[in-house]
């Protein structure tokens, strides 16, 4: 009688899976390709602004932190997190050049851990690019002690005082060949997506002129040197690990006609971005427009403009200020301000469109109500975009299958090669396709819950290569 009952029961339960493994079928389906936008927020370590929020904490709390940090990136559909792992002749990973940040756990003081490599896992695993932010020249920013072997002990002859902050040398071989050293090793050990450098190449006024004996144009014919060296290296390492600069918002006063600036970028801080996004030095030039729309003396809109102009083919993706939102040197700024410069960015875009936000204290906090600007700004997810530039191979559509089960609806699939670095999901709702959701390129699974696919009738997977080109989609129906 018991084995009865055991046949039965397994009878039912096949039969009653059938009907359900059978609900989605493949069919043949012409998706477009998924929505391509940078979206990313910069993580800031010095002076703990970002992460981790006090040095000290525990290996754990810390991981926890940064856990939050991604999560609450992936909620708010952002693609790439801009991580600051060398904030002054420091290291926030393992490094055999430089010592532990004091940002971290004290100068020199060993985490117990790995930030960058537990950072780069945990951000791949939510479909989210890690980018490294380095600050190149800048050694020590305040009085504190620096960790065993920092450069400002092992090469004093290279230091530069600059008002309270110590610099290397920018225009200095060998402080160049240090810094080119540094991120080099970071690109060949780390699985980084993106090389990320800020303003700080010389100092910004007063302490601009430094005692180095050159003229502002020598300094800027070293920088030149510099960034283009920087972008052939990684490039001949990793040519699809995108290199990205963030420098201040304005070129030089009055560029575009009416710009008004205090600091002259060109001039002082020996940073031609200019040059370098028209010779194609970088895969995207980042400029601090952290201004509003108006006044017209620093208009989001008019440097949007000019910069977007310089050179068709490499995309100006703005840095936006949600820090300035209902700040003391701007109390009226509203959210509402973000959602119109993403809108104006998009509307200049020629090659791709993107926005990296400082910082992410303001817009994980939710100041103003952010979030809720993003969130009509991004109402689907979006892969970054392709840097065809790099290459042009893009991954074999995938054989999907689907399954109800009891968690939702059950994915899989088997890759066509192993070109895919990330998979994006899309879905089909009343004949309208949106993308779900952007996975690592190790996963070839996913449950989505039935309300995470709503009404969805079509659900299709492809690929997206290292160089962000979308590959042939495969789609199953319901």
């Not at 990973?93 to 490599?117: F, H, I, K, M, T």
């Not at 995108?242 to 070129?251: A, H, M, N």
């Not at 194609?280 to 102009?309: E, N, T």
Request: proline share 8%; hydrophobic share 40%; charged share 20%.
């Amino acid at each position: 009688m018991k084995c009865i009952i055991r046949l039965i029961v397994t009878f039912v339960l096949v039969f009653s899976w059938i009907p359900r493994a059978f609900a989605w079928r493949a069919v043949s389906e012409s998706v477009p390709p998924p929505p391509q936008e940078f979206r990313a927020a910069w993580v800031a370590s010095v002076f703990n602004l970002d992460w981790p929020k006090r040095a000290g904490e525990s290996a754990g709390a810390q991981k926890a932190e940064l856990i939050d940090i991604l999560n609450k990136a992936a909620r708010l559909k952002l693609n790439a997190v801009i991580l600051q792992i060398r904030p002054n002749g420091d290291a926030l990973y393992r490094s055999p050049y430089e010592p532990w940040s004091q940002w971290l756990s004290g100068a020199g003081v060993n985490p117990g851990y790995d930030p960058l490599a537990f950072a780069v896992s945990e951000a791949h695993r939510r479909g989210i690019e890690l980018h490294a932010w380095f600050n190149p020249f800048r050694a020590k920013a305040n009085s504190s002690p620096v960790g065993r072997g920092h450069v400002s002990l092992r090469y004093p002859e290279l230091m530069k005082k600059a008002g309270g902050t110590l610099v290397l040398n920018p225009s200095h071989p060998a402080a160049q060949e240090h810094v080119l050293k540094v991120i080099m090793d970071v690109v060949k050990r780390y699985d980084i997506d993106g090389v990320h450098l800020d303003d700080y190449f010389y100092p910004y006024p007063p302490h601009h002129n430094i005692r180095d004996g050159k003229t502002p144009a020598q300094r800027r014919a070293a920088i030149d040197a510099f960034v283009s060296r920087l972008y052939s290296s990684v490039k001949g390492a990793k040519p699809w690990v995108r290199v990205g600069i963030s420098p201040f918002g304005i070129w030089q006063p009055g560029f575009p006609a009416g710009i008004e600036a205090g600091v002259n970028a060109y001039e002082h801080l020996a940073c031609d971005a200019r040059k370098w996004l028209s010779k194609g030095w970088v895969d995207y030039l980042a400029p601090q427009l952290y201004w509003s729309c108006s006044p017209a003396r620093q208009s989001f809109p008019a440097l949007m403009k000019w910069w977007s102009d310089v050179n068709p083919s490499r995309p100006v993706w703005p840095g936006i200020s949600t820090a300035r939102i209902q700040s003391r040197e701007d109390p009226s700024r509203t959210a509402a301000e973000i959602s119109r410069q993403i809108g104006y960015s998009r509307s200049l875009a020629r090659s791709s469109s993107g926005q990296l936000f400082w910082s992410w204290t303001s817009l994980g906090g939710n100041r103003g109500g952010v979030q809720g600007e993003l969130a009509r700004c991004y109402s689907s997810a979006a892969v970054p975009p392709a840097m065809p530039w790099c290459g042009r191979g893009a991954p074999g559509a995938p054989a999907l299958q689907a399954a109800e089960t009891s968690r939702g609806v059950y994915f899989k699939w088997t890759p066509a090669d192993r070109t895919a670095r990330k998979w994006v999901v899309q879905a089909r709702t009343h004949g309208r396709w949106t993308a779900l959701c952007i996975l690592p390129g190790a996963q070839t699974s996913v449950t989505l819950p039935r309300g995470f696919l709503g009404a969805a009738d079509r659900v299709a997977v492809r690929g997206v290569s290292a160089c962000g080109n979308p590959g042939g989609a495969a789609a199953v129906a319901r």
